[in-house]
């Protein structure tokens, strides 16, 4: 069973993975492991994944065999459990719990060439359905208080299959960056009456200078305060506090900037390593007024070194201003 | 200039470092870069580097000439630039200021192939001794609340030059994880009128489970709730609040426990890439009671991914009680 510790300074969180646990020699440096080879994602080895439990496909087509568009499984190895109770308990001054959640894979197509860039619109709107209808049943769990859906794309991103795939952990605590982040906005809000991510929304869209694209609900920019070259974060011009009560007219729309966003990245960074992240409220109910769902997309250009990890604090080297032209101007 | 610009939802700033400005086309992956080639670090070498601000060297031996045992140097493409005014201004909802700052690299050893794991105990007391005297002249600077001393060994921990070096960043603004860790000790001192570290030493000088090494004056440790596999702290059993007040007298410990820390690290991991941070005090006045000074190294083994960006929330794979007894068995 995993365990939850928590840092008795920071308050953070960290999950110990015993399922995957690793000696000193299974630190092969992760650029040298090959990637490829048998793809336990591509349609026909649907045996080889744990039994989905989402699936689009055809009507009479029996689950966990061929013919589907999307499936989603639970990971092979994952680093929380979905079975037990949360047993919280101490270790002198230490703070303890079993890793209770689940952690899941959305494999976005059959097809092991095909990506978000390359699928047709509707595959997209799908993998964004999928998305909503597994936080919606994994908000059911009382047990579990918050679901991240994230993608990490190549090697250098954190990936470890190549095939087209997002992942979705659900959390029995709400991780502190997280609740730091509604709370930034709670405080903004507070002070102005106003969500900060209207503002920045009505800002952009007045300064166009960090302006990638934008279609009639969304909006695709550069944050004036990009931690990383060529961050990306993309917002719904509506407010809506979280993902899933987004009006489902918006899917078409969230689906065609997403892809564009991404072609433009491959068209000026030469197919990057990169991960997105869905920000969206734990309890959108209580975060309605203040928090505004996005998605933000960060590409893996530069490394993530001592300074970084000491303060938190960032060094881009790239103007957002001007990745956002290039980002504009790539067709 | 570079520009200091803050998320107005974090309060978290950002470094926009135009000096160092890279387009797209720069982004070649950092792996397939070579390192190697001319050393403008080497004894030799000083004219290629900006004149010295401080030097380690017999008498009548002139600045930037060979001779040397330790040099400190400022960085010859600085994150920060030190001359100008603070200059804060705002940009709509947006938060800016000119950025102000020092950004030094103290050359730890006139020849290429040493490291701090091959170098005379004194040479090692030496690289401390320069972190406390260029803190110290760092902190008189008024503009200028926090000095950061970090190492990036090896190219996938964010080195850029192969012979051994460290970095010192002085910021016009105390780090949001700086402050938070601060805060976090501060919360618990309220509650319990005692330094969690001071109680951490305590519990883990008896549990014996997750100590690595320790000497007269210091512990070093694999911590209860490690982010990463063979995360390793070295904390002074004294209380300091900061580094720079430390007594002297506790300096070749210091070196002689982070010496051997990195020489387990080394054996058992085979010479990984690593980060390495002191952890200290912005005002040890104010802070004297809570804080704790420390290190924090960081073997770079995984990559981070999309789920520790979303959520400040890790996932290690290796159990802290095994990676301190491989550290502790490692000869």
Redesign the interface.
């Known amino acids: 069973m995993p365990e939850l510790?928590?840092?008795?300074?920071?308050?953070?969180?960290?999950?110990?993975?015993?399922e995957?646990?690793?000696?000193?020699s299974d630190?092969v440096?992760?650029?040298r492991r090959p990637i490829g080879g048998f793809c336990p994602l591509c349609e026909g080895n649907e045996d080889r994944t744990p039994p989905e439990v989402l699936a689009f496909r055809d009507n009479g087509i029996s689950p966990n065999s061929p013919g589907w568009t999307l499936r989603v499984v639970p990971n092979k190895f994952p680093?929380l459990r979905i079975e037990g109770g949360l047993n919280r308990e101490g270790?002198?001054?230490?703070d303890k719990m079993n890793g209770i959640g689940a952690h899941e894979v959305v494999i976005e197509t059959p097809r092991h060439e095909e990506t978000l860039t390359t699928l047709p619109l509707k595959n997209v709107v799908n993998v964004l359905l999928a998305y909503r209808e597994r936080i919606i049943d994994l908000r059911r769990d009382q047990r579990l208080r918050?679901v991240?859906v994230?993608?990490?794309h190549g090697?250098?991103?954190?990936?470890s299959l190549e095939h087209s795939h997002s992942?979705i952990?659900a959390?029995p605590i709400v991780?502190?960056?997280?609740s730091?982040?509604i709370e930034?906005?709670k405080t903004?809000f507070n002070y102005k009456d106003r969500c900060?991510?209207c503002?920045?929304i009505r800002?952009e869209l007045q300064?166009k200078r960090r302006i990638i694209t934008e279609n009639k609900s969304f909006l695709s920019i550069a944050?004036?305060?990009?931690?990383f070259?060529?961050e990306t974060w993309i917002l719904p011009k509506t407010h809506y506090p979280s993902f899933e009560h987004m009006d489902s007219s918006q899917h078409e729309q969230a689906a065609q900037i997403l892809s564009d966003t991404l072609r433009r990245m491959n068209r000026?960074?030469?197919d990057?390593p990169y991960?997105?992240?869905i920000?969206t409220s734990s309890s959108p109910e209580v975060d309605a007024e203040h928090y505004h769902w996005h998605f933000?997309i960060?590409p893996k250009?530069?490394?993530?070194?001592?300074?970084e990890?000491?303060?938190?604090?960032?060094?881009?080297?790239?103007?957002?201003e001007?990745a956002a032209e290039?980002m504009r101007e790539a067709k």
Chains 1, 2 share one sequence.
Do not use: C
């Not at 090697?155 to 990936?159: C, I, Q």
């Not at 250009?301 to 300074?307: E, M, P, S």
């Open positions: 510790r928590k840092d008795p300074i920071h308050g953070r969180w960290v999950i110990i993975s015993t995957r646990s690793r000696r000193p630190f440096p992760e650029e680093a270790e002198g001054i230490y918050y991240l994230f993608k990490n090697v250098a991103a954190g990936a992942q952990i959390l991780p502190k960056r997280v730091e982040e930034g906005a903004y900060v991510f503002d920045i800002q300064q944050p004036f305060a990009s931690r070259p060529f000026v960074l030469a990057p991960n997105y992240i920000h933000e960060m250009l530069t490394k993530v070194a001592g300074f990890w000491g303060t938190g604090f960032y060094i881009n080297p790239t103007l957002p001007e290039y």
